[in-house]
């Protein structure tokens, strides 16, 4: 259902923006600017670049609509990917080229790690009150696998545990984590 | 065409987490991100899912997550107050050195084991051969005396025989002895009477025979006869007992006259003569 309601107002989008109408581009970017800036994010982990990435996207994914260039309206979000992807490679390459010249002196890669990516205040409170009733072994667990990064084999076999208890931990941990975060966030 | 990734799937195979950690093929990339492009909900979670894991990682990094802090606080009244330390730091020394001991002793056991073994056998070995060499020695000795014994038995045989053959003979000493005059002589002062002496005419020799004590101390005695006023008339030395135990003093029958005589007895011994006794003596010449 989700999905053919999606399609509908992509292709309603798209022919209104074919007709110029500027509210259908600002309907466009607030429906797929956040998910073009979380992609861009989860590639290139630079809030600065994710940033970039979303507003060259949309630059040419305008110029492209303008010019009637997507063939099925019904596929809106694969071709903003592939547009988001596309600026991304070049990003890169663009970024190698120039630190392979200045590289010590501009120090252009920066931070480019998940947590610098995606953490902010209310994620590391919201963490910090789900792991509040965790017990040792399930703390040990969120260590082990997402710092430690070892398989969910090795974790179980050196906590004594089952592979699905570990599922099991993790879902549970999320869960409380999204709802204090939701909590925080909206609050 | 690519089949669009369906929510059964990326549940299943842990897409999100995979997709946030970027362990998902370069096809599996795409598929998920065209499906969050399209999914409200996928998206949502995917969002909330790195902000997860980035934070968890945070969190670790800062040891904020460390079990031992966990640990520490859940086992604090009891394992976390230390005491348990020494006790348990004691208990393993006391445990190692008694075991140690104990393997000490078993040792030893073993060894005084092995030695008393090996001394018994010695001992049983040397018992034996005492045995054997003491049942020798009897076999020996009681060979001997059956030898010893068939011997005595032919020697007495052929001493039966000797006599059978042999005509008895009158023993001339004892006859002679009798037909000698003698008397018994007692001490003076024990005897209440005077020792009397016939002598008969004819007889050449008188016996004086004085008993002694067996056993006595001196290699020989000798005998002095006196008068009655003390005149020596003979000293008979080199007198020595005979069987009976008495002493046979001879004295010629033609010194002594009728009258009253003293005797007295001395004990000689290396060459120094001891008085003994006195002895009152009557003869009566016929």
Partial sequence: VQETATTSLDAEIVANIRLGDASAETALYEKYSARVYFLALSELHSKEDAEDVRAETFLRVLQALRQDQLRSPGSLGPFIVGVALNVIREQVRQSSKTQSLDEKELNLTGDRSLESAFIDAEASRALEEAARGLKPREREFLRMYYYEELSKPEIARALGVKEERLRLIKSRVLKRFRESYKKLTSG | ?286
């Fill in chain 2, 1 to 286: 065409l690519k089949e669009a990734m369906t929510h059964r799937e990326i549940e299943e195979k842990e897409i999100i987490e995979r997709y946030v950690l970027h362990q998902l093929s370069s096809d599996e990339r795409r598929a998920f991100q065209e499906h969050y492009f399209e999914c409200d909900e996928c998206f949502e979670r995917a969002h909330t899912e790195a902000r997860f894991i980035a934070s968890a990682r945070k969190a670790s990094a800062a040891g904020a997550l460390a079990p031992t802090n966990e640990a520490k606080k859940a086992a604090a009244s009891f394992w976390g107050a230390g005491w348990w330390r020494p006790v348990l730091a004691l208990s393993a020394t006391a445990s190692l050195v008694l075991a140690a001991v104990v393997i000490w002793l078993w040792l030893s056991r073993t060894r005084l084991q092995t030695q008393l073994e090996s001394e018994r056998q010695a001992r049983q070995t040397s018992a034996a051969g005492a045995r054997q060499s003491i049942d020798n020695t009897q076999n020996e000795i009681e060979a001997k005396l059956r030898q010893s014994e068939t011997e005595r038995a032919r020697l007495q045989q052929r001493l039966d025989e000797l006599e059978r053959r042999q005509p008895a003979r009158p023993n001339h000493d004892l006859i002679a002895q009798a037909r000698i005059p003698s008397v018994t002589l007692e001490s003076s002062r024990d005897s209440s009477g005077i020792a009397q002496l016939s002598v008969p005419a004819g007889a050449r020799k008188v016996l004086l025979l004085i008993p002694v004590e067996p056993g006595n101390r001196f290699a020989s005695f000798t005998a002095e006869v006196f008068t009655k006023s003390k005149v020596l008339i003979d000293s008979i030395a080199g007198v020595r007992p005979n069987r009976s135990g008495s002493l046979a003093v001879s004295v010629p029958a033609a010194r002594l006259g009728s009258g009253d005589y003293r005797v007295r007895l001395y004990g000689v011994n290396q060459g120094q003569h001891e008085l003994l006794a006195e002895y009152d003596l009557r003869v009566l010449k016929k």
